[in-house]
Structures are given as C-alpha cells and as structure tokens.
C-alpha cells in the first residue's frame, strides 16, 4: 500500500484549518471537496506543521508517524471539542512508530473524521457542556463582581422609577478573541431574582415580578452561524429572538422577553387574570462596541420594565373595597451576568492533551439597577 504522501497529508490539515486553528475564516459548513469561506475558527493552535515534501515519490515526501499523530491531535480536538467523544475512526495504535509505515490507508481514517468535523452545523446542534467552563459570574479584570443588586422600591404610583437597567460590558481583549470564543460556542449567559419584600404572599406584585424572573431562568446568548446571533432560555421560558445583527454602542437590539401576569387567582375584582401585571416586562438588550467586523466587546442591558398602573387587583390599604392601587416593587432584585467559556480536553494513552482552550472574557458593570 503506498505512503501518505506530503500533499495528501497537507490538503487534509489545510481543509480543517479554518474551522479547528486560529486562523481568521469561519467555518460554518463545508467538506474536503468545498472551498471554505468563513470569519474565524475555534482558536487552537496547531499542533501539526504543513510537510515539505521533495522530488522523490515514497521517499522525500512522506509522512513520518509523529507528523501523522500531530495531525490527528489536531483534529481528534476539534472532534472532541463538538461531541465529548474521542473519534473511532482513527487510531495510532494501527501503527507502532519507527516501526510500521504511515500509509494512505492512514490518510483515508484521517479524512473521514475530518469529513465529520466540517459537516458539524451548530445552527442545529449544541457543543456538549463538557466542553465548556462555566458558566461562572461575570467578573473586571481585578476580579469584581459586575452583579448589580437593587433594594429601593420601583414601579408604583408613589416612585419616580418604573424602569430599572443594569448594564454590562464584556470585553475579550481582542477581535480575533471575540471570534474564536463565538466561533466554538461560547455564550454569555443571564438570571436574576426577587427576593424578599412580598415575594412570599401569592398574586402581589413582588410575588409576580419573581415568577417572572425565576420562570425566564437562565437565557444564553451566542452566534450560531456566520449569519445569526442566538438567544434563548436554558432553562426557562420566554421570548427569544434570533438577529442577523445586533447595533453598535448602546445595547438597543432587543434580545430576550418576558412578560409579566397572567396568573390565576390574587384579587383581581373587574380586572381579567390575563391582565394581571401584563403590562409589566423583563428584557435584555444586546450591542457590539464596533461594527461586527472589528468588534472586540459585547454590551448588554438587563431590564424590568414596570408598567403595570393599578391591573394588579390589589385593594387599596384602608381605601374603599376593590380600589385597585399601582403597588411598589419592594423586593431585591438581582441581576448576575455569566460567561460560558470554551474549554475542552481528552485523555490518550494516559496523557491529557488540550483541545480548544480560550481566554475568559472580563467584564464591567457600567450601571446598577
């Protein structure tokens, strides 16, 4: 069977540079027979080099068994970085080094893993949470936090307040970062919670604005394709919207919704359940700093939005029965922001070798509640 030749060997390294190295070209589809066009990859750094073939077929340009293994640590990471799983279809144990020749069999194995690394599609398909670290708060460059907390009533008729904000900044240093951390499936993630004030007492404005918040639970948001930004809950409901683009400077494009009432039982006199604190919202806005092409940060604003105006059903203390009062929001309400940071790794023939690792974004909390 003849040897891996070296242009046999660098056209399959050359196809998976875009979507596995740290070069500047998106992958989002492909395969070893389609041109690949794209903004960034995942980041790593190669462990494999291109091989300089010379003049004589067999001889000058084969492939040693340590260049053969260093490419298949380099696509065994983008593989396990996608799925959690070593693939099968390639294995050094066919060979032994300095024993067994590298031949085209070899190349064959390789391109079939390749194959499956190009056709991923993470439109479709979620990234295994193995391969990621967090999500973990938010946090500056000296380690603060960015949550913001509120504890000052909002949202009735005797506060000036009916719209709460909490902004955030999340910087990753770098355009090239901000690609490769979007490029492997990275995410910036959100919950918040009230607590406390009347949050115990069933159908009262406190008590709704914690549904509300507990019920969203935690929303991600990422890039799924070198079109679409991606938001949606994890482990809740709502509304979550998918952007082709997001604005530059302040955070306006709207991201993620909640909305508030709808609730049986409480007090609601005339007032329909469906309409009990409906017209109150919890919603996150999205921005980049630059345009997408050379943006290095991602803002975000965090929103509850109080607009009920007296629907809750709630009797006004010692007024007349059924006087309906728009009630303050007394309870604490926090707002954490969370990054979710592609980090992966796999274990061959005892040694824990890296797959994709990138830097943790820092953050800034630009305003509180």
């Known amino acids: 069977m003849p040897s891996i030749s070296a242009l046999n060997y660098n056209n399959i390294r050359e196809s998976i540079a875009g979507r596995v190295g740290n070069q500047s070209v998106w992958t989002e589809y492909g395969s070893l027979t389609t041109p690949l066009t794209s903004t960034s990859g995942y980041g790593r750094s190669f462990s494999s080099n291109t091989v300089v073939g010379g003049n004589t077929p067999g001889v000058s340009d084969t492939v040693t068994e340590q260049q053969y293994f260093d490419l298949w640590l380099d696509i065994q990471a983008a593989h396990v970085h996608q799925t959690g799983t070593l693939a099968t279809d390639i294995d050094p144990t066919d060979f032994e080094q300095g024993v067994d020749q590298i031949v085209e069999q070899h190349i064959t194995d390789l391109t079939t893993t390749a194959n499956t690394i190009l056709a991923f599609n993470h439109t479709s398909t979620d990234f295994p949470t193995s391969s990621f670290d967090g999500p973990n708060p938010l946090e500056t460059t000296g380690g603060a936090s960015t949550t913001s907390s509120r504890t000052t009533s909002f949202g009735g008729s005797a506060d000036a307040v009916k719209v709460i904000s909490h902004e955030v900044t999340v910087d990753f240093g770098s355009h090239q970062a901000f690609l490769y951390f979007l490029a492997s499936g990275g995410e910036i993630r959100f919950a918040s919670n009230a607590s406390g004030g009347t949050t115990g007492t069933q159908y009262t404005k406190d008590w709704d604005w914690a549904q509300v918040l507990n019920d969203a639970g935690q929303i991600r948001f990422g890039r799924v394709n070198q079109n679409t930004w991606r938001c949606d809950s994890v482990t809740g409901t709502g509304t979550g919207y998918s952007n082709a683009s997001i604005t530059t400077g302040s955070p306006t494009t709207k991201i993620f919704e909640k909305q508030g009432g709808g609730r049986a039982g409480g007090n609601p006199g005339d007032v329909p359940v469906a309409q009990i604190y409906d017209d109150n919202f919890f919603r996150i806005y999205a ?40 009630e303050s929001v007394t309870a604490t309400i926090n707002s954490t922001v969370y990054t979710y940071t592609p980090s992966s790794d796999f274990v061959w023939d005892s040694t824990t070798y890296n797959a994709i690792s990138l830097p943790t974004p820092t953050g800034t909390k630009d305003s509180d509640f």
Do not use: Y
């Open 287 to 326: 921005s980049t700093n630059t345009a997408f092409n050379t943006a290095t940060q991602l803002k975000f604003k965090i929103e509850l939005d109080d607009g009920d105006s007296g629907t809750g059903g709630q009797a006004e203390p010692g007024g007349p029965a059924g006087q309906l009062v728009d």
